[in-house]
């Protein structure tokens, strides 16, 4: 009995001593869950990170340059592009259309701005009056919500620096749809933002082509913008009118007239056909189809 008591008291300790020997002591616990991450806060860690900052920057505003010269880029090419036509097409004989002619009778036929009249503008000396100062006016929409027309004196101080919100209004015709190169229409304005501020007005927007607008109507538009912008006492007469056949809801083009006052450095009556190269468009409803 006294073995069996000794040999039951060495078991119990063999196993007291596993047990203790297998549970952690609480030193080690707490340095196991007392582990740390710690941050580099030195002046040359945040100097560093300030350098990478400036890097990245830097980096942005050198890629948001080279996208607008890019952009500058295409707008001469463009340009260019529109002069170079124009003058082979003046090598092959004039180019000039009478005043007297109704320009909704008028065929495209592969130049998309013909000169009226030799750029006689025809303003009177009424008209390019500067007494009330620079003014713009919009004119009614007709019977069939069509615009009609505008007219402006223009000057540095219509001139607008607020930035453009997006277009809203959807003038007559307005049945767009994407091409290879963006849209078949743009929302273009009779007279262009940057002279007046006018955006989201229903009186000076209609449904014209991407052509018609850029850079067609663009490169007449820039070459007013740059006289007026350099000088605040140049003025410039102005107007645009587009040109519908019959009840269409789409104008065939766009007639813009244009004579700085006191000099000949703007003077120019010119036509510009609504058209988009490899589409026809139903100008009765504005739907259109490739080809």
């Known amino acids: 009995m006294k073995k069996i008591t000794v040999l039951t008291l ?99 036929k592969g130049q998309q ?60 015709g307005w049945h767009n749809k994407r091409t290879h190169h963006g849209w078949l229409y743009n929302r273009s304005h009779l007279i262009g933002y940057q002279f007046t501020g006018q955006n989201n007005n229903p009186k000076n927007l209609m449904t014209g082509t991407r052509t018609l607008n850029n850079p067609s109507m663009l490169h007449n538009e820039m070459d007013v913008a740059a006289y007026l912008k350099a000088s605040s006492r140049h003025y410039v007469r102005y107007t645009v009118t587009p040109v519908f056949k019959g009840h269409e809801l789409v104008a065939r083009g766009v007639q813009m007239r244009a004579q700085s006052v006191g000099s000949n450095a703007i003077r120019f009556n010119v036509y510009i056909f609504n058209i988009e190269p490899g589409y026809t468009i139903d100008y009765a409803t504005g739907y259109s189809q490739a080809g």
């Open 10 to 108: 060495a078991l119990f300790s063999t196993f007291a001593i596993g047990v203790s020997g297998c549970a952690p002591t609480k030193s080690s616990a707490q340095a196991t869950t007392s582990t740390k991450v710690v941050y580099d806060h030195s002046p040359e860690k945040k100097a560093a990170k300030l350098e990478q900052a400036n890097a990245a920057e830097k980096e942005r505003l050198s890629s948001q340059k080279e996208d607008i010269s890019q952009q500058q880029v295409s707008y001469d090419h463009q340009r260019a592009a529109t002069k170079s036509r124009a003058k082979k097409t003046a090598k092959k004989g004039p180019t000039t259309t009478p005043a007297t002619t109704n320009l909704a009778t008028l065929t495209y």
């Open 113 to 172: 701005e013909i000169t009226i009249d030799h750029n006689n503008p025809h303003f009177s000396r009424a008209q390019l009056s500067t007494k009330r100062g620079p003014w713009q006016t919009y004119h009614n929409l007709d019977g069939y919500n069509r615009v009609t027309g505008a007219a402006a004196l223009l000057n540095r101080a219509l001139m607008s620096s607020a930035k453009r919100e997006a277009l809203t209004v959807d003038p007559t």
